[in-house]
């Protein structure tokens, strides 16, 4: 029996913003955008193969003649780190800051963090509609682009056009300072 033209090689996760990254099959996808039926959507690209070292080379590697010194390659993370943003002293009881920090892949990434009585929350502040970065605003956590709204006590959207909330991380505190998982 014929095999179909092409199987449906595309990430099985829903893009949801630009610059977006996802791993499936040895590649590594970014979210752009798209059209589908004239309207302009967002979608992964066509992948670009990842270069994961062999665990079988050799244990005394030479280097390669026919490599440039300059080379290097970007290491490759594909599991979620801690990342150290904030000293605890920044967020004082009742209040919401942003932050910016490099995540796994070295992007600068803005995170949101809030503390009231109960808890310390920790969100990335890119807004799941477009890809803008939310800012915070008197009634909340405010998209400058297409003005959604979020909860920040829990990132929900209050206000579309987002359909879907902040991403919620996970955060800790040890010694005086705040780390997210990203
Ligand atoms: S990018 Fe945030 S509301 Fe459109």
Same mark, same amino acid.
Request: glycine share 6%.
């Given at each position: 029996?014929?095999l179909p033209a092409f199987a449906a090689l595309t990430?099985? @996760?829903?893009?949801? &913003?630009?610059?977006?990254?996802? @791993? &499936?099959?040895?590649?590594?996808?970014?979210?752009? !955008?798209? *059209?589908? !039926?004239? !309207?302009?959507?967002?979608?992964?690209?066509s992948?670009?193969?990842?270069?994961?070292?062999?665990?079988?080379? #050799?244990?005394?590697? /030479?280097?390669?003649?026919?490599?440039?010194?300059?080379?290097?390659?970007?290491?490759? @993370?594909?599991? !979620?780190?801690?990342?150290?943003?904030?000293?605890?002293?920044?967020?004082?009881? =009742?209040?919401? *800051? #942003? &932050?910016?920090? *490099?995540?796994?892949?070295? =992007?600068? /990434?803005?995170?949101?963090?809030?503390?009231?009585?109960?808890?310390?929350?920790?969100?990335?502040?890119?807004?799941?509609? *477009?890809?803008?970065? $939310?800012?915070?605003?008197?009634?909340?956590?405010?998209?400058?682009?297409?003005?959604?709204?979020?909860?920040?006590?829990?990132?929900?959207?209050?206000?579309?056009?987002?359909?879907?909330?902040?991403?919620?991380?996970? @955060?800790?505190? $040890?010694?005086?300072?705040?780390?997210?998982?990203?």
């Amino acid at each position: 029996m014929a095999l179909p033209a092409f199987a449906a090689l595309t990430p099985p @996760v829903k893009p949801r &913003f630009l610059g977006q990254t996802t @791993v &499936f099959k040895g590649k590594r996808y970014t979210c752009i !955008k798209g *059209k589908s !039926k004239g !309207k302009t959507v967002l979608i992964w690209d066509s992948g670009k193969a990842i270069a994961i070292a062999s665990p079988s080379a #050799s244990r005394t590697p /030479t280097p390669s003649p026919s490599s440039s010194p300059t080379a290097s390659r970007e290491p490759i @993370v594909t599991s !979620k780190i801690e990342i150290p943003v904030a000293k605890s002293s920044d967020v004082p009881n =009742n209040s919401t *800051k #942003s &932050f910016v920090a *490099k995540n796994r892949y070295g =992007n600068e /990434t803005t995170y949101i963090l809030v503390r009231n009585s109960e808890n310390l929350i920790a969100m990335d502040a890119t807004c799941p509609h *477009k890809g803008c970065i $939310v800012g915070i605003a008197p009634e909340g956590l405010l998209c400058p682009c297409h003005s959604a709204l979020f909860d920040p006590k829990n990132g929900a959207v209050l206000r579309g056009p987002a359909s879907y909330a902040l991403d919620r991380l996970t @955060v800790r505190e $040890v010694d005086n300072v705040i780390y997210i998982t990203d």
